[in-house]
C-alpha cells in the first residue's frame, strides 16, 4: 500500500497498482525501490482532485473491467465543472497519467491542436468571466501551464482559464508581453517589474 499526501496536507491510502497508473509516482518507486507502505507528496494536486484522480485510476487499474465498462466510465468522469476539468488536466498532466490527460482534453478543449513553434500562431485566452484576449502564442506560452496544455495538444485555439478573472488577465498578458520581447534588455525588463504588480502570474 502507498499514502497519498496532497499540498492541503490529506493522506489518501491506496494500493499500488492504482497508484503506479501515474508514471511520475511509477517512477519514483522504481527510482527508490520505495514499493510497500511508504508516502509520496503530492504538492501540486489538492485533496479534492486527488480524490478524482483517486476514483479514476482505481477504475484503470480494474483487471475485471472490460473496455465497454472503461468507456462508460469515462464518459461519466467527464461530467465535471470548468474548474473540475482545468484542475484535472493540471493534475492528469503533473502526474503523467496520459490516458485521463487525452480523455480530459478531449472534453475541456473543442476546437483543434495546434502546432509550436510558429510566429504566425495566435491563442485567445478566456477568462473567468468570460472576457476573451488573442495573444501571439510566444506570449501565451511564457506561462509554464498554457505550454504544457499546447505541447500536450490539449490547447486548442481558446483556452480557458477559469482560475484567473478579467482583470488579472490583463497583468498577466502585460507582463508576459514583456518578458517574450527579445528586444528588452535585462534592466528594462527588471524596470517594468519593479514598476507593475506580478504576484498575479502564478495564476497562469
Do not use: W
Amino acid at each position: 500500500m502507498l499514502t497519498l499526501k496532497s499540498s492541503d496536507d490529506e493522506e489518501f491510502t491506496v494500493e499500488e497498482s492504482v497508484a503506479v497508473q501515474s508514471l511520475t509516482i511509477k517512477n519514483m518507486i522504481e527510482k527508490k525501490n520505495c514499493s510497500g507502505t511508504t508516502t509520496i507528496p503530492l504538492p501540486n494536486v489538492d485533496s479534492k482532485t486527488s480524490v478524482m484522480l483517486i476514483q479514476y485510476c482505481k477504475k484503470h487499474a480494474d483487471q475485471s473491467a472490460t473496455a465497454d465498462d472503461i468507456k462508460k466510465f469515462d464518459s461519466e468522469f467527464v461530467e465535471q465543472n470548468q474548474y473540475a476539468l482545468f484542475d484535472l488536466v493540471m493534475a492528469a498532466n503533473y502526474l503523467n497519467i496520459k490516458s485521463l490527460l487525452h480523455t480530459m482534453c478531449d472534453e475541456f478543449f473543442i476546437s483543434e491542436p495546434i502546432d509550436l513553434p510558429s510566429a504566425e500562431n495566435m491563442l485567445t485566452l478566456r477568462s473567468s468571466d468570460n472576457e476573451n484576449f488573442t495573444v501571439e502564442d510566444s506570449v501565451a506560452v511564457q506561462s509554464l501551464t498554457i505550454k504544457s496544455m499546447v505541447e500536450n495538444n490539449c490547447a486548442g485555439t481558446t483556452i480557458p482559464l477559469p482560475h484567473a478573472d478579467g482583470r488579472t488577465l490583463v497583468t498577466v498578458i502585460e507582463y508576459r508581453k514583456k518578458h517574450a520581447d527579445q528586444g528588452a534588455t535585462a534592466d528594462e525588463v527588471e524596470k517594468f517589474d519593479s514598476k507593475n504588480d506580478t504576484r498575479r502570474i502564478t495564476l497562469v
